[in-house]
Structures are given as structure tokens and as C-alpha cells.
């Protein structure tokens, strides 16, 4: 089983690049688990490389964007550590009709030639809708847990029209209603939560527990190689079923793997001998 890597990253500084307050949801949890200094830049627009409401469309996947945002923050700041920060909306895995949000960590140590991501995956508040009254902004406003959680909107089927965003405070919000129904010519107004971390405390939250889980990670070391990162990387299935005897999608184990020497390790879950036959495929089909 892994061994604990307490000390790798004392003293050490992390470059964040971010421009959406998440310095602050991660800092602490960071510097008091590993004992390093996360250093903080804002000194790129991380909206060139995607925004949520697709004026810049991201290239490549959730990761590849995390990846070049660490590297530019390295880069800014001459630190060979970075870390970065991307989350990515959409129906959930589960039934589709659950708006839903995914957020990775990426850790960066050039010097030791590895990289380790922290998740953590739920609910989202991600509202959108087309409104065109009063009635249904107020409705709408109250689904969206707004204010807490902001608001862009714009008008609808207008060429060139801009969002308004972060909005936060009703007045503003009414003002910026009227304000996009003027602007298009069938009064209909685009509405939706501000999917940005400081706009968004329910993503706020995900962004944690990813911190938790990348600090998890790099608390933890290979066996083998001693390198920070050794963790899960696939589930075993296959408990055997009590009275048929077939595999079922119970689990009977995990395999960790080390991100640098790839040494793997499997560990048998803690589970009883069999399943039961209400969890068998072919018993209870």
C-alpha cells in the first residue's frame, strides 16, 4: 500500500494562474497539507483560452486547457510547479436530465516530470432560458438560487449582442432585462447562471473537494519509486454472485498506479466472499 509523502513539496512555490478568485478556495487547503507556497497570477486573460458562454470556444479537452493554463502560469512566473483549475458543464452520466459539473486539479512538477489531477464531479447549478416578462424573471431568479449564485443575460437572436454578466444585485438584473428586450426585436431575453467560479458557489464547492483529492494524491507515494501521485486508477469488478456463481459489477478490488515509474499495485476490496443474487445480471435480470 502507499506510503505517505509528507515533505516532497515543503517550502516549495506553485505558480496558480487564475482570474476567478480561485486562489482563494485553494490556498489554504494547499499550503497547510504540503507546506508549500501557492504564488498567484492573474497577469494572462484565462478567457482566450474558453468561456462558458462560448464568445471563445475551448480547444481541445477539460485536461489539455487545465494543462496549457499551468504551463502558462509556470511561465509567468518562473516556477517549474504549477497548478490549474478547469471545470466543464453538462447533462449528468447517470439519466442526462440533471445539469452537471465537472472539475479537475492539475498538478505540474517539472522538475519531477509528473503530473497528478485532483476531481470531483456533481450537481450543477447551470441554469439557462429564454424569458420575455417580468413574471418569468422572477420565477426564474428563484430556481437559479440567484443571488448567491450571478447571472448573465442578453438578448436573444440579436446580431452581435454582448452578455451581461456577473450580475448580482436585483435592480441591476431588472435594469439589464429591459435593457436586452430593447435590443431585439421579439423581446425575448436569454437568461443563465454564471457558470465562473467566484460567480458560482455551488461550483465553489466542487473546486474544494478536487483540492482534497489532488492533496490526497500527492500525499501519497509509490511503493516502488517514492514519487508523490500514487493512486486509483481503475476498479475491479466481478464479486461473484451467491447463488450462480457469475461475475457481477460488484467490486472485488482496485489498481493503483504511480504517475512517474507506472509501478501498479492491486488491492483486494473489503467485501463480503459473494454478492447478493438481487445484484446478479442473470438472477435478477
Not at 478567457?47 to 487545465?66: C, I, K, P
Not at 450580475?167 to 435594469?175: R, S, V, Y
Request: hydrophobic fraction near 35%; include cysteine; proline fraction near 5%.
Amino acid at each position: 500500500m502507499a506510503k505517505c509523502a509528507t515533505l516532497v513539496y515543503q517550502g516549495s512555490q506553485v505558480a496558480f494562474l487564475t482570474q476567478h478568485g480561485k486562489e482563494q478556495l485553494v490556498r489554504d487547503r494547499l499550503e497547510d497539507a504540503l507546506g508549500c507556497q501557492l504564488v498567484h497570477t492573474s497577469s494572462y486573460d484565462t478567457d482566450l483560452l474558453g468561456t462558458f458562454t462560448n464568445e471563445v470556444v475551448r480547444q481541445g479537452s477539460q485536461l489539455d486547457a487545465a494543462r496549457i493554463k499551468a504551463e502558462i502560469g509556470m511561465r509567468l512566473t518562473g516556477i517549474h510547479i504549477g497548478i490549474a483549475s478547469e471545470g466543464s458543464f453538462g447533462p449528468d452520466p447517470f439519466v442526462g436530465f440533471t445539469p452537471w459539473n465537472s472539475e479537475v486539479l492539475l498538478w505540474i512538477d517539472q522538475t519531477l516530470g509528473i503530473e497528478v489531477q485532483g476531481f470531483a464531479h456533481g450537481p450543477a447549478q447551470s441554469l439557462q432560458r429564454t424569458i420575455q416578462t417580468l413574471d418569468e424573471l422572477h420565477s426564474f431568479v428563484t430556481e437559479a438560487n440567484f443571488p448567491s449564485h450571478h447571472l448573465n443575460l442578453r438578448p436573444e437572436h440579436a446580431l452581435g449582442a454582448q452578455w451581461q454578466k456577473g450580475i448580482c444585485d436585483l435592480q441591476e438584473l431588472i435594469h439589464a432585462f429591459h435593457l436586452a428586450q430593447s435590443q431585439t426585436a421579439g423581446g425575448g431575453v436569454l437568461i443563465e447562471n454564471d457558470l465562473r467560479a467566484f460567480s458560482n458557489p455551488t461550483r465553489q464547492a466542487l473546486i474544494c473537494q478536487a483540492t482534497e483529492d489532488l492533496i490526497q494524491k500527492l500525499r501519497s507515494a509509490c511503493p516502488q519509486c517514492a514519487m508523490p501521485g500514487f493512486s486509483l486508477k481503475k476498479k475491479l469488478s466481478g464479486l461473484p454472485c451467491r447463488l450462480c456463481t457469475q461475475p457481477t459489477q460488484l467490486p472485488i478490488g482496485e489498481v493503483w498506479q504511480c504517475v512517474s515509474c507506472t509501478f501498479q499495485e492491486q488491492i483486494l476490496a473489503n467485501t463480503p466472499e459473494f454478492a447478493d443474487p438481487a445484484r446478479c445480471n442473470y438472477c435478477n435480470p
